[in-house]
């Protein structure tokens, strides 16, 4: 299944959003990429605001925004994957930091992603680096223009 998806992307804090947000980054990133399951989730996930895309009654996508406009944790899973459930939760979270009043958001993409951020007018900043055993370009983008 590969048409177009339209998620409906929900907003809110760590307590409503757990369940079902660590249940998709613990099947992307802990079993589909091999990130260690201790560095899954963070005392960040606390603070930060958490987006779910949901197609029906699934979560299929989720990703956060930090206190200090970093986007991370962006993960769908693999069988929604180009459907344009990314987008969607993308979308939202630099909605989110616009309403919120931030200038900059800022995110660490995989390299094999970084062409999905760049749709979105996301630039690299810095020389790649290793986080987690992958590699990594920290990226930016300006709301203030
Ligand atoms: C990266 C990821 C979040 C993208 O989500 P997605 O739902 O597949 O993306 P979408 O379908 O919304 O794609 C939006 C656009 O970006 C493009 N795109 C998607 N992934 C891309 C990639 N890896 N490189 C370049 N372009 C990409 C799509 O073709 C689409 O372009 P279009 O608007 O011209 O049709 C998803 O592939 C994923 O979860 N990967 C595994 C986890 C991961 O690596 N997360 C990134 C951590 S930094």
Request: proline fraction near 6%.
């Amino acid at each position: 299944m590969k048409g177009a998806a339209s998620p409906g992307v929900v907003l809110g804090e760590w307590p409503e959003m757990a369940e079902q947000a660590s249940a998709i980054r613990f099947k992307v990133f802990v079993d589909e990429q091999g990130v260690p399951a201790d560095m899954e989730l963070d005392e960040f996930d606390a603070a930060s605001c958490h987006a779910l895309a949901v197609i029906g009654a699934q979560a299929v996508g989720t990703g956060r925004l930090l206190p200090d406009g970093h986007i991370g944790r962006m993960a769908v899973l693999e069988p929604w994957r180009g459907t344009g459930v990314g987008a969607a939760l993308l979308g939202a979270l630099v909605a989110e930091a616009r309403r919120r009043g931030m200038r900059v958001v800022a995110l660490n993409a995989q390299t094999h992603a970084q062409g999905f951020y760049s749709r979105f007018g996301f630039v690299p900043t810095g020389p790649q680096f290793e986080e987690a055993g992958l590699p990594h370009q920290a990226m930016e983008m300006n709301l203030a223009e």
